[in-house]
């Protein structure tokens, strides 16, 4: 997190894991976002910027439930990936996993407007218990 009051910039990253979370055939998708949060405040006016390049993707091969039904003890093999937005539901409509993407996007849109809305709180409300004398 960067927070420099001289440039009135405050950059944080966020993190999201397991909003959306799809149980297949043969694979489980779990699906998490790492946003870049930038505020700039500057005349007394706020500008927010919510950044993601892509969705993080924990997928378990011999996790679904076919794996479940046949009663296999085997573990999945699991592997971390990306997805890039281009290449998902809804901005590629021939999506493999349109299910879980759109889980995704809608979850996304969900967080971005809770971190808007607890950055617009604090602006109107100020923090409580905030001291800018505090020399900590």
């Known amino acids: 997190m960067t927070n420099s009051k001289a440039e009135r910039l405050i950059i944080a990253r966020g993190y999201l894991d397991d909003m959306a979370d799809h149980v297949g055939g043969v694979n489980r998708y779990i699906v998490g ?6 505020v700039d405040i500057k005349d007394k006016r706020i500008k927010v910027h919510f950044l993601l390049s892509n969705y993080d993707v924990k997928k378990a091969s011999g996790g679904g439930l076919i794996s479940k039904i046949s009663g296999k003890d085997g573990s999945p093999n699991n592997y971390d990936g990306k997805w890039m937005f281009e290449n998902t539901y809804p901005f590629n409509p021939n999506d493999s996993h349109r299910k879980t993407s759109a889980q995704a996007f809608v979850m996304t849109h969900i967080y971005s407007q809770m971190i808007f809305d607890k950055i617009e709180e604090i602006v109107n409300d100020g923090i409580v218990g905030f001291d800018d004398d505090d020399n900590w």
């Open 33 to 38: 976002i790492h946003p870049l949060i930038r």
